[in-house]
């Protein structure tokens, strides 16, 4: 079922036919191109399952271990995503000096065993180390991802690619909700960490035995640009600091993370303490949404942004801010109506248009440094996303739960603090729109 939902790429998609150069033997076909593509989403749908599985399992590990929605959200947030974010910067770098694929694959069976090693935790800070490990491991999966589509697809088509391999978010998070729903219903949140996890060591193989390696710039016709040295850290930060464009869509995008990573983390929590929703179908309800919403508004996001910003690019923003402001009523209506079916009916369109921003964002960053920078820049942005929006998103929540709205609503406090949270996102619209305004320029220097 992993590899249908993941090899589903739609034909529109082609690539730039390349002549065979000293450092690739061999063109690149679309036919090709499109495999690679397929199988990195379905690495990171395996990222996303082994990630997001813990969102179903809250309420069982708290009340196995005895602990508070704040350490909760520390476990959902903090406790991944420093160490995630710190591992992402080195590993990159490693990345745009050496072969991307084995990278890949070196992560993929890093975190997939510490997942399934979380099943096996006797305590609390067992577990929380565990899941350290585990984004330890994933720090290795986007960034040189990132770098090795750009070099397979052009800039015409790249944020449609990364769109597609953005779907890796919302498969894998869908299969988690349904997967973790029916595991702990039926087995243990043990059972759910060994099972989503010990699959990924055998796709880590297939990676590893059938990802070409390519030349870095091959789809834009620019090997022969490539330097013998990644450029060192600092004139990269130096580099993306310069670049209006970039610091405004690393601003945006954390924004809207935040918002992102609060709702999809405790939203099964929701439905279960403010719905009385059974977990089986939280699973269900929550899986088919996320999936569906998500790829849809992932790919119309990307498509969209690449055929008007054929003709401007500012719009590869300017999109973005526009989905940014249409979601607001929806988080509202998600959070406050009550009847469960009008609820889930708002999460649709606000998950689909939460996803839209994904592939322009990750596409423009691609085209705003330098060959060498690539799988770095994305590293900075991860970084600077993750941190403020899966370390701060669900923390935010845990915290507002516990200390703020608790003593005034008891179970329904997370009704609150999730609309809260929600409600920040919309600020990512203004943001988005002022990283248009200088975005032609920016991209035009980075040819320089």
């Known amino acids: 079922m992993h590899g249908e939902q993941a090899l589903l790429i739609p034909r529109e998609i082609d690539t730039t036919m390349t002549e065979p150069t000293p450092c690739s033997p ?45 350490a909760m959200g520390l476990l959902t947030g903090f406790t991944f995503v420093v160490f995630y974010t710190l591992a992402g910067i080195p590993i990159a770098r490693w990345a745009d000096r050496s072969s991307r694929k084995f990278i890949i694959a070196l992560s993929l069976t890093i975190w997939s065993a510490m997942t399934a090693a979380c ?82 060591i055998l796709l880590a193989v297939l990676v590893a035995l059938t990802v070409r390696e390519v030349p870095r710039g091959l789809s834009e016709h620019r090997t022969h640009e490539i330097r013998e040295e990644a450029v060192p850290l600092k004139e990269v930060i130096r580099y993306l600091l310069g670049r209006r464009a970039f610091v405004f869509i690393a601003l945006g995008a954390s924004v809207q993370s935040l918002s992102g990573y609060g709702v999809l983390t405790w939203g099964p929590t929701f439905l279960s303490r403010v719905h009385h929703m059974p977990w089986t179908e939280i699973g269900v309800s929550m899986g088919w949404i996320i999936g569906l919403a998500g790829c849809f508004g992932a790919y119309f996001g990307g498509r969209l942004a690449d055929r008007m910003g054929t003709r401007d690019a ?51 960053v691609q085209g ?71 975005l032609k320029e920016d991209l035009a220097n980075s040819k320089g």
């Open 119 to 200: 099943g096996m935790a006797r305590n609390f800070t067992e577990l929380s180390l565990l899941r350290v490990l585990v984004g330890v491991g994933e720090a290795g999966g986007n960034p040189p991802a990132h770098s090795l589509i750009a070099d397979y697809f052009p800039p015409s088509k790249r944020a449609t690619a990364l769109s597609i391999y953005a779907w890796g978010v919302y498969i894998g998070a869908a299969i988690a909700f349904l997967a973790g729903g029916y595991l702990v219903s039926h087995y243990s949140w043990r059972m759910a960490f060994l099972v989503v996890g010990l699959p990924g």
């Open 26 to 70: 061999k063109p690149v076909s679309p036919a090709y191109a499109h495999y690679v593509l397929a199988l990195l989403t379905l690495v990171y749908v395996f990222n996303f399952i082994d990630r997001q599985i813990l969102s179903m399992l809250i309420e069982p590990i708290k009340q196995e271990f005895g602990v508070s929605d704040t």
């Open 368 to 438: 705003l440094v330098q060959l060498r920078m690539r799988a770095t820049a994305s590293a900075i942005l991860l970084f600077v996303v993750n941190m403020v929006g899966l370390g701060l998103g669900p923390l935010t929540v845990g915290l507002l739960n516990d200390y703020y709205f608790g003593a005034m609503h008891g179970p329904l406090a997370i009704r609150y603090s999730m609309l809260v949270v929600g409600l920040l996102g919309g600020m990512a619209s203004l943001l988005f729109w002022q990283a248009a305004r200088t």
């Open 314 to 364: 500012r719009w590869y923003m300017r999109l973005p801010a526009l989905q940014s402001a249409l979601a607001i009523p929806f988080v509202v209506g998600f959070t406050l109506i009550p009847d469960q079916s009008l609820a889930l009916l708002c999460f649709i369109p606000f998950y689909a248009l939460g996803a839209m921003y994904v592939g322009p964002m990750f596409s423009m």
